[in-house]
């Protein structure tokens, strides 16, 4: 099975910030990376897919890079509506996937 | 509107089984792969598997196999995902997810979460 190794697991910033996460997989994946963003109580939601592509209707301060073991997403300035847990997720082509252990993002 | 609508919430008892539904409207069923993906409390995402639901073939997450089975029913436009020999730690909220169908997995379209607790 792929281990999806995302950090830091929780994360202060104020409004404005630039938030980076990452995430590093145990093999390599290519380009199959999704990072999905969950609001306390709430379904996930899709923000990216296959590594940098932005879900239709998302925020452009939303991105995300990287390729083969290393990952990163970034929220270019943070809002107050960023407040959530950030998942990465890969699927391979069995399909067998995997999340990573999440991040908890807070506003100072 | 495009959507995913699951059953309501369970409680069980160790031992028992649960069977969660999965409805989709607003889009061609048989056109998108369903993922099913479960949260305890406090805890992570895990996923569970998938399944096409134009011909019900299914792959699951090998600490599953044998205890899960996923089905689907075209002429309701329902998946199910049925979990056997419940534990304490089954404890969770199993969502149902849209596969995006674009040549790659992810989940674009969740349905609202079951919770179902297992506890004697």
């Known amino acids: 099975d792929i281990q999806m190794t995302q950090s830091p697991s929780s994360l202060s910033a104020s409004v404005g910030d630039r938030v980076t996460i990452t995430c590093q997989a145990s093999?390599?994946?290519?380009?199959?990376l999704n990072w999905y963003q969950q609001r306390p109580g709430k379904a996930p939601k899709l923000l990216i897919y296959?590594?940098?592509t932005l879900e239709t209707g998302v925020p452009s301060r939303f991105s995300g890079s990287g390729s083969g073991t290393d990952f990163t997403f970034t929220i270019s300035s943070l809002q107050p509506e960023d407040v959530a847990t950030y998942y990465c997720?890969?699927?391979?082509?069995?399909?067998?996937?995997?999340f990573g252990q999440g991040t908890k993002l807070e506003i100072k | 509107q495009v959507q995913l609508g699951q059953s309501g919430a369970e409680v069980k008892k160790p031992g028992a089984s649960v069977k969660v539904s999965c409805k989709a409207s607003?889009?061609?069923?048989?056109?998108?792969?369903i993922h099913w993906v479960r949260q305890a409390p406090g805890q992570g995402l895990e996923w569970m598997g998938i399944?096409?639901?134009?011909?019900?073939?299914?792959t699951y997450a090998q600490r599953f196999q044998g205890r899960v089975t996923m089905t689907g029913d075209t002429s309701t436009s329902t998946v199910y995902m049925e979990l056997t020999s419940l534990r304490s730690e089954d404890t969770a909220a199993y969502y149902c997810?849209?596969?995006?169908?674009?040549?790659?997995?992810?989940?674009?379209?969740w349905g609202q979460g079951t919770l179902v607790t297992v506890s004697s």
């Open positions: 997720q890969q699927c391979d082509n069995l399909p067998q996937c995997s």
């Open positions: 093999q390599d994946i290519t380009k199959y």
């Open positions: 399944i096409n639901p134009s011909d019900g073939t299914t």
């Open positions: 296959d590594a940098s």
């Open positions: 607003g889009y061609t069923f048989i056109n998108f792969y």
């Open positions: 997810a849209r596969d995006g169908d674009s040549g790659s997995y992810y989940s674009d379209l």
